[in-house]
């Protein structure tokens, strides 16, 4: 038997109620697996900052760094959005990652047979499937470059910059390659090459790390081209690797063709051995919180990658995701998935609580 120490976060709003039913999904495959889960709860957000005065507490921190891996809710409300930036909810997010040295952002995009309602894109480009991996650089890039406003002959001027070192981009560019040779071999590496010098060296480093996988075929496109083939053939792409701001944006748009934003999980990463992050993409649902409403399937999803990417236990991963699957197929949806089924499934409508319940029976089947 093996322990693991998991650090949970659970946060603001829907935040303690999706990763309570996760915590007990872990629980209900520690059992099945004999693996122990040791977990231990720690304050971060909005709930910190009533509590201590801090988004982040230094306790928090200390916690995250013992542990194998961190489960987090989400954090954030109305009640905290008109404090001053730096003690804002959101800040704890960005104290996370650079505490821990998260610079690769993991986001699946996969379309579930069940919920192929759920996609926008036209019956047809549906029907051929979706199941892409985003990889995000997530600590450099214009959101972090420098910036500042100045005055010039015109008037006051604000400006940012992107800036990419050679070190930032190989490292992204291993994670990029190490994830599609677990997959289908095929790394879409997304810029703007024709305009960018950063873009320029990106690019560059990408074809020298190449070299060290000869077995992932790798091709390049330019964002804008990119945001329009992710439209026009979804299932063509296997991974894909970019900068943080073409990643925040290109991985919402295929957060939008695979359905519901209650779905879709997260992983943050740092360097082999360090703890890393796993969280739902979607926020604290103020509109929703305390009233199990809340989707909890891209919370668990967001477990079911952690059981993979950092302890090791894929065919654990494999068991909740199958059990996903199959919750799913036999019509069980929370109200944001409810809307969007297909017909030939008959839908029952269930609650955040329940919906955990419904996983956790699968995993056992
Ligand atoms: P949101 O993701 O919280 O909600 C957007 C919409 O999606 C809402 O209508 C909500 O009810 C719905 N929704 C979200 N998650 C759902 C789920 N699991 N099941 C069913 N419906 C779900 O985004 P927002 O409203 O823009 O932000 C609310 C708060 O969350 C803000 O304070 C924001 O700063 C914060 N936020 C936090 C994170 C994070 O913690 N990683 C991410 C995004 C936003």
């Known amino acids: 038997m093996t322990k693991y120490q998991i650090a949970v976060i659970p946060g603001d709003g829907i935040g303690p109620e999706v990763t309570n039913g996760t915590r007990a999904v872990l629980e209900a495959v520690a059992k099945i697996s004999g693996h122990e889960f040791q977990f231990t709860e720690w304050l971060a957000g909005g709930i910190a900052i009533d509590a201590t005065g801090e988004p982040l507490p230094a306790a928090t921190i200390a916690g995250c760094r013992k542990s194998d891996a961190v489960l987090l809710g989400a954090v954030g409300g109305p009640q905290w959005d008109n404090l001053p930036g730096d003690i804002r909810p959101e800040r704890a997010l960005l104290g996370l990652r650079g505490e821990l040295g998260l610079y690769a952002n993991i986001r699946p995009a996969v379309l579930h047979e069940a919920l192929a309602g759920a996609c926008p894109l036209h019956p047809q480009i549906a029907e051929r499937g979706i199941d892409i991996v985003f990889v995000r650089e997530l600590t450099g890039g214009i959101y972090f470059g420098e910036r500042g406003r100045r005055d010039t002959q015109q008037g006051e001027e604000a400006y940012d ?24 071999r095929r790394l879409t590496s997304v810029d703007k090459a024709n305009v960018l010098e950063s873009s320029r060296l990106w690019r560059e480093t990408m074809l020298r790390v190449a070299e060290e996988y000869p077995e992932v075929e790798l091709d390049h496109l330019y964002v804008d081209n990119a945001s329009m083939q992710l439209i026009k053939r979804p299932d063509e792409f296997d991974v894909v690797v970019t900068t943080n701001m073409f990643g925040d944006i290109l991985s919402d748009e295929a957060a939008m063709i695979t359905g519901s934003i209650g779905m879709l999980p997260s992983a943050s990463l740092g360097a082999p051995g360090t703890p ?9 649902a103020p509109d929703i919180a ?9 919370a668990i999803l967001s477990a079911a990658m952690m059981l993979k990417f950092s302890l090791n236990l894929p065919s654990e991963a494999a068991m909740i995701e199958n059990a996903v699957t199959k919750v799913l197929a036999d019509g069980f949806r929370t109200g944001d998935i409810y809307q969007y089924s297909e017909n030939e499934t008959v839908q029952q409508l269930v609650g955040t609580r329940q919906m955990s319940e419904l996983v956790i029976q699968a995993l056992e089947t």
Request: aromatic share 8%.
């Open 161 to 184: 910059t992107e800036a990419y070192s050679v070190t930032e981009v190989e490292r992204i560019a291993r994670t990029g390659f190490e994830m599609a040779m677990k997959r289908k």
């Open 276 to 284: 890393g992050m796993y969280e739902p993409i979607h926020g604290s």
């Open 290 to 298: 305390g009233q199990d409403k809340a989707n909890p399937l891209a």
